[in-house]
């Protein structure tokens, strides 16, 4: 595949990634929704939307340009079984303590 292929295919993935996801969908709902007035008009959404893409776009970006040195990526595989502990017990906890604050 050329370059300008797999370009076209990384752009055509992370498109996807971003605008079918509904985790994504929900959690733009509930931080730009604090900003929307019922009479806010055509700009007020486009500068919203054209700052979600910014944001969005530069996090996706400078995770891909970290990921994709062989540096940062070998060091990444080498400690993958302790992040994903590390992660998982976040996780756990994080379950738990939402658990917790729902029963009290």
Do not use: C, E
Request: aromatic share 8%; no cysteine; glycine share 8%.
């Amino acid at each position: 595949m050329s370059s300008g292929g797999r370009v076209r295919h990384a752009a055509r993935d992370g498109f996807a990634v971003a605008f079918l996801n509904p985790k994504l969908a929900v959690f733009m709902l509930a931080l730009f929704s604090q900003f929307v007035d019922a009479d806010a008009g055509l700009t007020t959404g486009a500068i919203l939307v054209a700052t979600a893409t910014l944001i969005d776009g530069s996090w996706y970006s400078l995770v891909t340009l970290l990921l994709s040195q062989p540096r940062f990526l070998s060091g990444l595989q080498r400690r993958a079984l302790l992040i994903d502990r590390i992660f998982g017990a976040l996780l756990a906890a994080l379950g738990v303590s939402i658990l917790v604050l729902t029963l009290s």
